[in-house]
T-cell receptor, first 114, second 113 residues
Framework: DSGVTQTPKHLITATGQRVTLRCSPR?????VYWYQQSLDQGLQFLIQ???????AKGNILERFSAQQFPDLHSELNLSSLELGDSALYFC?????????????FGPGTRLTVT | TQLLEQSPQFLSIQEGENLTVYCNSS?????LQWYRQEPGEGPVLLVT?????EVKKLKRLTFQFGDARKDSSLHITAAQPGDTGLYLC?????????????FGAGTQVVVTP
């Protein structure tokens, strides 16, 4: 158990819909990262937040957005969903906001878009 | 585009054998990490290397960062079924931002008893 929690574990929704994924980092960690893992693209870094502020962006689509709240939990919002958005979405946390640092990954949310 | 190329894509060996997986890039990385991921779980960090030529050992696992910081290898001695998993390398080209942090596609390792 990494100490990072993600909800829900599974999500099935239709194209065009919007979903919100939630992540609670390890106690004391200020930095949260979101990743997408699909069979064809592998594990892709989406976005990082550090202590409530956006710190870095990776391959995140404009239809996706995220935020980190004062209690440090984070949410990833995916809108206008397409079939290709079906993937595993991981959240990770670390105490440091710089690289390299030890990231602890949550168990992931499996999103299926039908 | 994958900046980090991992090889082989898949490796199946018998318990007790040795194996090596590779992570290569044409770019210089400021640091490189190796993770292991098991089905249904998130990746777990194994090691971080930051200095060219660095060698780190973790029990039966030996990690090496290339002198030019463009490649890395992971060697497992006397593999055990518990070593089965997807091995991912990941690196950053900068030290102050995660914006260019990338994972390789991974090497799936299967160790059979």
């Amino acid at each position: 158990d990494s100490g990072v929690t993600q909800t829900p574990k599974h999500l099935i929704t239709a194209t065009g819909q919007r979903v919100t994924l939630r992540c609670s980092p390890r106690s004391g960690d200020l930095s949260v990262y979101w990743y997408q893992q699909s069979l064809d693209q592998g594990l892709q870094f989406l976005i990082q937040y550090y202590n409530g502020e956006e710190r870095a962006k990776g391959n995140i689509l404009e239809r996706f957005s995220a935020q980190q709240f004062p209690d440090l939990h984070s949410e990833l919002n995916l809108s206008s969903l397409e079939l290709g958005d079906s993937a595993l979405y991981f959240c990770a946390s670390s105490s440091s906001g710089t690289t390299p640092s030890e990231q602890y990954f949550g168990p992931g949310t499996r999103l299926t878009v039908t | 585009t994958q900046l980090l190329e991992q090889s082989p894509q898949f490796l199946s060996i018998q318990e007790g054998e040795n194996l090596t997986v590779y992570c290569n890039s044409s770019s210089v990385f400021s640091s490189l990490q190796w993770y292991r991921q098991e089905p249904g779980e998130g990746p777990v960090l194994l090691v971080t290397v930051v200095t060219g030529g660095e060698v780190k050992k973790l029990k039966r696992l030996t990690f090496q960062f290339g002198d030019a910081r463009k490649d890395s290898s992971l060697h497992i001695t006397a593999a055990q079924p518990g070593d089965t998993g997807l091995y991912l390398c990941a690196g950053s080209m900068t030290t102050d931002s995660w914006g260019k942090f990338q994972f390789g596609a991974g090497t799936q390792v299967v160790v059979t008893p």
